[in-house]
């Protein structure tokens, strides 16, 4: 397979690899078991590209090329602090696969709302490094984020100067340390402590940040940086945090963040990411209800990524019952490698299997395991193959993968091979 990436990666022939991967079709196939999504058909590849020379060999070389280039997107986001794991488990830039992913996200929401007052840092060089094994790889710097405070990007969005001030301080973070785009991540717009009024911000922001990339491009003649956003998968918040027709139109990539459908606050077990609404749980709590709220409001398929979770979710249970919908009372026993109550890496995971009862969440296409007391909800390689393949199908755009670090990378826990679930996606997607 080495001489095929070779292959695969040559600049011998030219294409627009400043623009994602997408379908040329947006339409959405039907079955009598969903009215709006397909959970069955024939696998389906398109390859979108353009013949830039006129000579045979170099067309020959161009389609070969081009039969090996997915039109899907995994987009897997690396997070700063895993350097600052237990010893033992400490994962550096230089422990990514370069061919992993067709995006890779620097995640850090630790830094100062400011972009021009952020910190030199060396591990962002590392990062970009790996574009000299993968050239056709896109890197993005991730802005925001969970320990992101709501009010610095209020502060931020509110005045039309402190919005140019934020983009250019962006684009001259971008360029100068080679990144490839950016992901805006604010957790979220007009919901809880943010006011009403930045739902609409959220979309001039938006929109103001992808004109000014288009100048920029236009005037430094390099491809256009990018520009993609996680967002929420709770109609709750959706409703009260996006206009989606309109930040559709800027996105190059909407990452749907459909792994905390459940969590340790919750009264009662229920996995936090399944595929399909399930007897024992609401229809809003499935990947295939809220991928498809998503696109019935506006959202292009096509630009729409699945969130695919590399942890797992556990819980104390309060009785003898430990199937899905009983009480519980807390999360489950911290992981020695991630020591979060109620939540498990992959790596993690695997160790806990070893002496627990599985089960399977059959509507729901994922499994579930029960060890004492302790009930854990998690994805394995054939839950992230049977959605990665409804991806497919559904003609979605790709896959969102949280988090690189979170997987089994080096193959030394789990016994599956390096990176096992990340993996599995990328065979899936083809990429």
Known sequence: ???????????????????????????????????????SSPKHMETRFALKTPTFLMSLVFLIQASLVSSFVLLCYYLAWSE????????????IDPFLCSHLVYSDASEAADMSLWKEDDSYQRFNDLKKKNKNLKTLMG???????????????????????????AIDFLRSHGFDGLDLDWRFPAFEDSPASDKGLFTLLVKELRE?????????????????????????????????????????????????????????TGHHSPLYPGSADYKYNSIEYMLTYWRDKGAPAEKLLVGFPAFGNTYKLSTSQNDLAVPVYG????????????????HEICAFLKDASLQN???????????????????????????????????????????LDLDD??????????????????SVLGI
């Open 1 to 39: 397979m080495a001489s095929l990436q070779q292959l695969q990666y040559s600049t011998v022939a030219t294409t627009n690899f400043h623009m994602p991967f997408y379908h040329s079709s947006t339409s959405s196939s039907t079955t009598a078991s969903s009215p709006s999504t397909t959970r």
């Open 84 to 95: 600052e794991r237990v010893e033992g488990i400490e994962f550096y830039p230089e422990s």
């Open 143 to 169: 802005y925001g984020g969970w320990a992101f405070d709501n009010s610095r990007f209020t502060d931020m969005a509110e005045q039309q100067s402190t919005r140019t001030d934020f983009i250019n301080a």
């Open 212 to 268: 000014a990339f288009e100048q920029e491009a236009q005037k430094s003649g390099k491809d256009r940086l990018l520009l993609t956003a996680p967002v929420a998968a709770k109609e709750q918040i959706i409703s009260s945090a996006y206009e989606i027709p309109e930040i559709s139109k800027h996105l190059d990539l909407i990452s749907v963040m459909t792994y905390n459908f459940h969590g340790v606050n919750d009264k009662f």
């Open 331 to 346: 999360g489950g026993s911290p992981g020695p490698y991630t020591g979060k109550s109620g939540f498990l890496a992959y």
């Open 361 to 403: 969440i059959y509507d729901q296409m994922v499994p579930y395991a029960v060890k004492g007391n302790e009930w854990l909800g998690y994805d394995d390689q054939k839950s992230f193959k049977t959605k990665a393949q409804w991806v497919k199908d559904n003609k979605f755009g790709g896959a969102m993968l949280w988090a």
């Open 409 to 426: 990378y080096d193959g030394t826990h789990c016994k599956q091979g390096v990176y096992p679930l990340t993996n599995t996606l990328k």
